[in-house]
């Protein structure tokens, strides 16, 4: 069992900077990809950055591309979203998630077993 639990949301104007964390905990040894994702009221969850552990390798949304960063510390206990120049659009309930055994960075949500509680981010014109 992974334990994931997120932080570091709330609301921010448009153009500004939030950074979410989420704290790994548990059996991760299985665990090769960590991912965000997002779901705003009425829309399908879906897939934000999501980071290869071992590779260090990344994979982003074409939404959030250069203005994103998913980053995961040396002890890889803790993974961060950078998230700058934010958007009204990028409103949404944050979700942090673990995928076990997979060999590339995916934001396919199919791939992931463990996700954390949600974290909500609000960005304003």
């Known amino acids: 069992q992974v334990h994931l639990v997120e932080s570091g949301g709330g609301s921010v104007q448009a153009g500004g900077s939030l950074r979410l964390s989420c704290a790994v905990s548990?059996?991760?040894?299985?665990?090769?990809?960590m991912g965000w994702f997002r779901q705003a009221p009425g829309k399908e969850r879906e897939g934000v950055a999501a980071i290869h552990t071992s590779s260090g390798t990344t994979r982003y949304a074409d939404s959030v591309k250069d203005r994103f960063t998913i980053s995961l510390d040396n002890a890889k206990t803790t993974v961060y979203l950078q998230m700058n120049s934010p958007k009204p659009e990028d409103s949404a309930m944050y979700y942090c998630a673990a995928a076990p055994w997979t060999y590339r960075a995916t934001i396919d949500l199919y791939y992931y077993k463990y996700w954390g509680q949600g974290n909500q981010v609000t960005v304003s014109s």
């Open positions: 548990g059996n991760t040894d299985s665990t090769t990809c």
